[in-house]
């Protein structure tokens, strides 16, 4: 299954995950630390953000290191801000209205 960046941000898990990978680069014995959840579902999310390219994954020796691939994040916030320009057109638009009725 092909994933995109979007689905897999639209998980509280997975943006906390991204969050810990974006100041360190961890194993994933130290990711699963920080939830209450079974490994096997951090491994699972660890997944869905590699498939989707925001966590490249490293193996040294027995080990699977983690670190986040933040430029993937670029596609969001190309998609967001033509939404954040829309809306402050509207509210703008909005704004100039009411201070003419008054």
Request: glycine share 2%; net charge positive.
């Given at each position: ?27 994933l014995?130290?990711?699963a630390d ?10 699972k ?10 966590v490249?994954m490293?193996?040294?020796?027995r ?18 801000n ?7 057109e ?7 209205f ?5």
């Amino acid at each position: 299954m092909r994933r995109d960046v979007f689905q897999a941000i639209a998980d509280p898990t997975r943006r906390e995950i991204i969050n810990m990978l974006s100041h360190n680069e961890l194993n994933l014995n130290a990711v699963a630390d920080n939830f209450t959840i079974s490994r096997p579902a951090i491994s699972k999310h660890v997944k869905i953000l590699t498939e989707c390219g925001l966590v490249i994954m490293t193996r040294r020796g027995r080990e699977r290191y983690c670190r986040a691939n933040l430029a993937k994040l670029k596609e969001v916030n190309e998609w967001t801000n033509r939404y954040k320009e829309f809306w402050n057109e509207k509210l703008d638009a909005l704004g100039d209205f009411l201070e003419n009725e008054k």
